[in-house]
């Protein structure tokens, strides 16, 4: 009887093992896709549209693009480094009343990965060049700071948070100082087939002025794999749950599409 049974179990067992081995694939392609601190060279455009303003009619679009490399540990540095570079191209009111596109502000920052095992840590440095083309598409100031992020990563997909701050040292003496905090919680949820669901709201605190919004995120996406790389389509819809100030963004649609080279 109980050889009867345990051949049973394992009969049951094999038969899954395929779908488990497929899960565990796909799980482990949606965590390197959507890690911030996976060590390998990607390029990703992000949109963030803002059809909604409090106290403004107003509409602005953020298209991001955004190349990230990693660079191996050598002889100076002992951890392995990312840099990554982010490019907006934006859209604001202007002036006389109508709208201006045109490339923003250029950021950049290098991680260096402290801690690789179990929760992954990474801080470093950054800078914000002011090339926006209009000056209502960027602050017209050299920005400064640091960005730290740490991850924890398990087949159920993403915890984590990445947190920047900036402080304005250089540029227009015209255009008024700027001081930033930001806190993005990343919270990815895999599903069956590379499917998952996703909250990346960014939490940004403007410490000059005293002002501050809180967006809630819920959105979903896929990933699959295009011979060594790997594509990763996402949306996810974004409302503030809480602010202070007037002028702030009240509803964004968030939406993106990653590659991943060679992982």
Known sequence: MLKILGMHVFLVATSFAPFMCAHADNAETANKSNNPLNLAPGMNLQDYYTPKYYDSNIHTNDLLVRGTLPIAPNDFIGVPQLLRATAPISTRPDPNGGYSTGEGDLNLFDIFLLKTEGVQ???????????????ELGTGKWQAGFAAVAIDSSPRGLLGALVQYQSSFAGDHDRPHVETATVQPLVIHNLEHGWYLRSTGIW????????????LGLGGGKVWKDGPNILNAFIEPQWTVDHKGDGL???????????????
């Not at 410490?207 to 501050?212: F, S």
């Not at 963004?249 to 992982?263: D, E, H, S, Y």
């Open 249 to 263: 963004p009240k509803f964004t649609l968030f939406a993106g599409l990653n590659v991943t080279f060679g992982k």
């Open 204 to 215: 940004t605190y403007d410490l000059k002025n005293d002002t501050h919004y809180i967006p």
């Open 121 to 135: 840590l990474g801080i470093g440095p950054q800078i914000t060049a002011p090339f926006a083309d209009q000056d």
